[in-house]
């Protein structure tokens, strides 16, 4: 979807995967070649340019965050290289999350029964003034009616940066860990305010987590003075303004000793 007069235009990280050249076709049989400007995997977002601009209207952009759910919404796409499919149906839910193909969770993800198919990917889906209020993204296989849309609002703030920068600057730690339950003896005994952790499954060697002893093992309880319930709780704390600046982390070693280590979050690799 063409987002600005001069060129830029924005889609699926995903559609782009392993694409060497990247080739913009229009439906009067045009084509231009695009440059990648930028790609933020974790939002599934990826913006273009093309050097030719010309017979490239940009959508309008509505804000995402008046949804209600019940409104009316278009989706428009190719699906199964049916070129310039319509298809209309609600705003199911607001506020959805889904899993990015990083792992990072994609939070207030737009629910719509407007069905979408293979081929949808990095349309657009419109309210009833034709304005752009989201992305379309993603699907639940084998379901009827479940599809899941990028907010127009998240698509601003990643092409911001994205033209600013070139990437998506996000903290880094260095370790992968699964949400695990507490025992109810290990959250008597420390008073704990949560139920879930974060157990460390593995810690990459030389990393900030490596560097402030964590440990296989381990279960991170809290980052920041905030409680972490789950995997994705550390993934929305490890913004770019928390780079370089000491994180305290608070453990479980063992279930039997509460330790506080600090780490210094790096940059990363994934958003060089």
Known sequence: MTITPDGYIVTNSHV????????????DGSSFQAEIVGQDKATDL????????SNLPPGRLGDSDKLQVGQTATAIGNPYGFQNTVTAGVIS???RSLRSRTGRLIEDVIQTDAALNPGNSGGPLVDLSGRVIGINTAII??????????LVNTVRWAITLLLR???????FLGLSGQTVPLPARVIRH???PQETGVYVVQVMKGSPADN??????DVIISLADQAMTSVDDIHKLLTKERIGK???????????????????????PEYP
């Open 46 to 53: 990826s913006l273009l340019r093309v050097s030719s601009p």
């Open 93 to 95: 839910a607001v506020g």
């Open 190 to 192: 420390f008073i704990l």
């Open 165 to 171: 920068e070139g990437n998506v600057t996000r903290g």
């Open 16 to 27: 782009l995967e392993n694409a060497t050249v990247t080739q913009i076709s229009l439906p």
């Open 246 to 268: 000491e994180l305290g982390i608070v453990l479980l070693r063992g279930w039997t000793q509460k330790l506080e280590v600090h780490a210094m979050p790096g940059r990363s």
């Open 141 to 150: 296989q084998y379901a009827q009616g479940i599809c899941f849309v990028i």
């Open 212 to 217: 402030a002893g964590l440990k296989e093992g």
